[in-house]
């Protein structure tokens, strides 16, 4: 049973608060402050496990709060961050805010992350309070909320085989014979309207998701039949089992029927015809079937396909399906793995944001070294750390940022123009003169 959508609620950890505490000296009634600041809450991090193929976990459980950080403590001693929370999702998850429907994040490989929920930031403890004139501050910052929000989860269906060929050839009957996929079976055409998946499990470990897709007739590219919500699927699967009605059972050729098909794969997506193909010929158990694969096979050496790959089945008597199947899991292990959407949006920059309203900590020093400039600021080199760079918003920001602390206009009172290079931890660029 795969279940494609999920909404759910997620609570990152409150900051511990910060505290207010004097030191005790003896003979000094009241001593220095020395309230430490609490620790961070947790964040909630979603991390995709290729192992995971169903959102089917969060049928179970839709809440996720994560804990607060530490409160600060006695001595100037700070409370300890939250550990952050890690949730496991599969690949192809998408994350919606459902609030604003903004997409928060398309989760394709493995081991990919994105923060759905930033923990609160400690409050600060009375220390940092203390000023010449207010040299005992009662004063103590409170930590800030975690975020919380709601979110939608959708599963992008990614099954590495995709099964395709004429209506009634058999590809349900296969699915349903080499999974636990219980697909609708009809001696009629399009008895299969949207597709299902079954995972296949190959023996010593090996498995992969395979999806029973609509048939496919002529003109499917330009949406005849159910044409395009089927090559849509199509797309983003990895391996084609073209199956063929090797019995020829509606008197059509198999050979031409092998054809057609792949023309509209090719008309639809010129990608769809490099994409690896084996042949499932099917119905071997009908009279006259073995004849017709003979010829098949002459036909596919005649016009240059004599390296395509024919397996000879019957789905329904379960024969020739193992060997099928090997050669499927042999081939995807060779198949690399393409990502659906490149795109993925960093909630992380949140920080980003958040650092610039509040973080106190704006202290830098530059470093000339012959036309570079190396800037040293364990804020900014956070920053950084944390920012996407490839995005335009980020980049924005991290000028902006660059502007309000002073490093810009230092720069150029260090004599940086146009052209010279400016270092800050790992990342390096160009100083451009803005006017
Ligand atoms: N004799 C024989 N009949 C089969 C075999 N596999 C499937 N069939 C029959 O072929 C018909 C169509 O089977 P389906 O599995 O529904 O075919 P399909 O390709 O999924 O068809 P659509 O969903 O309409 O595209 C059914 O009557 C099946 O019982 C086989 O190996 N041998
Ligand atoms: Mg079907």
């Known amino acids: 049973m795969f279940l494609d959508k999920a909404k759910i609620y997620v609570k990152a950890g409150d900051g511990g608060d910060g505290i207010v505490s004097f030191r005790r000296e003896l003979y000094v009634p009241e001593g220095g402050p020395a309230g430490g600041d609490g620790g961070k809450g947790a964040d909630i991090i979603f991390r995709v496990d290729e192992g995971l193929r169903t959102l089917i976990d969060f049928r179970y459980q839709k809440h996720f709060k994560a804990p607060r950080g530490e409160k600060g403590k006695t001595k100037g001693m700070h409370g300890a961050g939250a550990e952050d929370m890690v949730v496991r999702v599969p690949p192809g998850t998408v994350i919606y805010d459902d609030d604003t429907h903004e997409l928060i994040a398309d989760l394709t490989r493995h081991g990919q992350e994105v923060v759905v929920a930033k923990g609160g930031r400690g409050g600060r403890g009375n220390i940092r309070f203390a000023t010449a004139r207010n040299p005992a501050p009662h004063l103590a910052e409170k930590g800030e909320e975690g975020q919380e929000r709601w979110i939608v989860l ?117 990608k769809l015809a490099q994409r690896p193909q084996i042949v499932a010929a099917n119905k071997m158990d009908m009279p006259g079937a073995d004849e017709q694969l003979r010829e098949f096979k002459a036909k596919l050496e005649r016009d240059g396909h004599g390296d395509v790959e024919v397996f000879p089945i019957s789905a329904m008597a379960r024969k020739g399906v193992q060997e099928l199947l090997y050669r499927a899991a042999v081939l995807l292990e060779q198949i690399p793995e393409t990502p659906l959407v490149e795109e993925v949006v960093d909630t992380s920059e949140r920080k980003v944001y958040r650092y610039e309203k509040e973080d106190d900590d704006t202290s830098f020093t530059i470093r000339r070294e012959n036309d570079t400039f190396i800037v040293e600021s364990v804020a900014i080199e956070r920053m950084l750390k944390r920012m996407n760079t490839d995005s335009y918003d980020a980049f924005q920001r991290f000028s902006y940022t660059m502007r309000k602390s002073g490093i810009e206009a230092a720069l150029r009172k260090k004599g940086a123009k146009d052209g010279h290079l400016v270092r800050i931890g790992d990342y390096e660029f160009e100083f451009v003169e803005q006017e």
């Open 154 to 270: 959708e599963l992008k269906v990614m099954a590495d085989v995709g099964l395709v060929g004429f209506p009634s050839v058999g590809k349900s009957t296969l699915l349903s014979v080499v999974s636990a996929a219980e697909p609708k079976i009809g001696a009629y055409h399009f008895t299969t309207i949207t597709p299902n998946l079954g995972v296949v499990d190959v023996g010593e470990g090996r498995s992969f998701v395979m999806a029973d897709l609509p048939g496919l007739i002529e003109g499917a590219h330009e949406g005849v039949g159910l044409g395009h919500e089927f090559l849509r699927h199509v797309e983003r699967t990895r391996l084609i089992v073209h199956v063929v009605d090797i019995a020829a059972t509606e008197e059509r050729d198999p050979y031409d029927d092998w054809l057609k098909i792949n023309e509209e794969l090719r008309l639809y997506n010129e």
